[in-house]
């Protein structure tokens, strides 16, 4: 149960350095994540990019997807920001982090845990934890603003990857 020996240290790491008035702060980050994430699904409901492949039986994609979305991706905004260096390191440790996500990706769709559809590969979704954490930084400082530079984002794997009208719900 790999995914739930991530909970679990992503979990031991929010409570031993996290306060509440750091999760205030970062909370509209996480919101804004539930939303683009939700959307994705929503709109992509029947034309996934990639899809969970349970490791036991009481597991499946929309389980999963619920504990990713409401507790793993939670839990790695905290951490990520709330550990977030300034100058070069700064830079540095966003590379750390974009790479550790995508190894544990790129693990998973190793193991038959993840699996690609519609012409999304690994190779997408390292450019994608481009473009998601520094997201996550910038919408701390500037929420607004972040919001307006993330739709071309969305625009863009709307063109590339694209359901037809007929396969949306």
């Not at 996290?18 to 539930?34: M, N, R, W």
């Not at 863009?156 to 007929?166: A, M, V």
Request: proline share 5%; hydrophobic share 60%; aromatic share 26%.
């Amino acid at each position: 149960m790999y995914i739930l020996f991530i909970v679990i240290i992503l979990a031991i790491i929010t409570f031993l350095y996290v306060d509440i008035e750091t999760l205030k702060l970062y909370y509209p980050t996480i919101q804004a994540f539930l939303l683009f994430n939700f959307l994705y699904n929503f709109i992509f409901y029947k034309h996934t990019l990639w899809a969970y492949k349970p490791e036991t039986p009481w597991l499946n994609h929309t389980l999963i997807e619920i504990l990713y979305s409401f507790i793993i991706i939670p839990l790695v905004i905290i951490v990520f920001l709330r550990f977030f260096p300034t100058g070069w390191k700064g830079v540095i440790y966003l590379i750390i982090w974009v790479f550790a996500f995508w190894l544990i990706e790129y693990d998973y769709s190793k193991r038959g845990s993840f699996s690609y559809d519609n012409n999304w590969n690994i190779w997408w979704s390292l450019l994608f934890n481009f473009v998601m954490f520094p997201f996550f930084k910038f919408h701390v400082k500037r929420p607004f603003l972040s919001l307006i530079c993330v739709l071309p984002v969305i625009v863009i794997l709307l063109l590339l990857f694209h359901p037809s009208f007929t396969e949306l719900k």
